[in-house]
């Protein structure tokens, strides 16, 4: 069975410094993996996705992820925080088999960013 | 104008009475979901229809039902509200086909507060 964790429910970085957000997924097929972001009072939207062509996915925003198969991890990463980068990242894994649609969502990471 | 929409974007509500959640759509897309969101949890799917004759329960569809109305549309029903049905309510739509990376396209969600 699919499922995702995420390591963080919170994390706090400076404006300026690089941005970790961990995701470690357990999955009985080769997986589908995604970040979403959330900002306040808003919709999820689509950063990144794992296509299986690359195993360092870059993504809007600034942000990229590394497949690790060996690790079963796909951490998010950016290199310099912005203001507007303080959100809620979901990490989400594809359920079952390709033509099924459904995601599993991680617990979500919120991150804030200081000034 | 927003790809996906929800009404209403926020709802109070007494234990007992029937609520209604809609979602539509203009992007066209055969398959669309009702996740709903708790702190800490991530999000969870209720439902699920790849087309206008197909529903399916999702792993939380107790004390919830669906109407797929047309390929636009698609609401989400409680027959009988109870307080820990109190949760941020989203609705997603995508593709159809066997691609494994299909990525869903969020609404802006409803937040319900059951009292």
């Known amino acids: 069975a699919q499922s995702v964790t995420q390591l963080d429910s919170h994390v706090s970085v400076s404006e300026g410094t690089p941005v970790l957000l961990r995701c470690n997924y357990s999955s009985s097929y080769s997986p589908s993996l995604f970040w979403y972001v959330q900002h306040p009072n808003k919709g999820l939207q689509l950063l990144l996705k794992y296509t299986s062509a690359a195993t360092l996915v870059k993504g809007i925003n600034g942000f990229e992820a590394e497949f690790k198969k060996s690790e079963t991890s796909f951490h998010l990463t950016k290199p310099s925080a912005h203001m507007s980068d303080a959100a809620e990242y979901f990490c989400?894994?594809?359920?079952?088999?390709?033509?099924?649609?459904?995601?599993?969502f991680g617990q979500g990471t919120t991150l804030q960013v200081k000034p | 104008d927003a790809d996906v929409t929800q009404t209403p974007r926020n709802r109070i509500t007494k234990t007992g009475k029937r609520i209604m959640l809609e979602c539509s759509q203009t992007k066209g897309h055969d398959r669309m979901y009702w996740y709903r969101q708790d702190p800490g949890l991530g999000l969870r799917l209720i439902y699920y229809?790849?087309?206008?004759?197909?529903?399916n329960k999702g792993e939380i569809s107790d004390g919830y039902s669906v109407s797929r109305q047309a390929q636009a549309k698609f609401s989400l029903s409680l027959e009988s509200a109870i307080p820990n049905q109190t949760a941020l309510y989203f609705c997603a739509t995508s593709e159809a086909g066997t691609s494994s990376y299909n990525e869903q396209f969020f609404g802006p969600g409803t937040r319900l507060t059951v009292l």
């Open positions: 229809s790849f087309d206008v004759k197909d529903i």
């Open positions: 989400v894994v594809r359920h079952g088999s390709s033509n099924t649609g459904k995601l599993i």
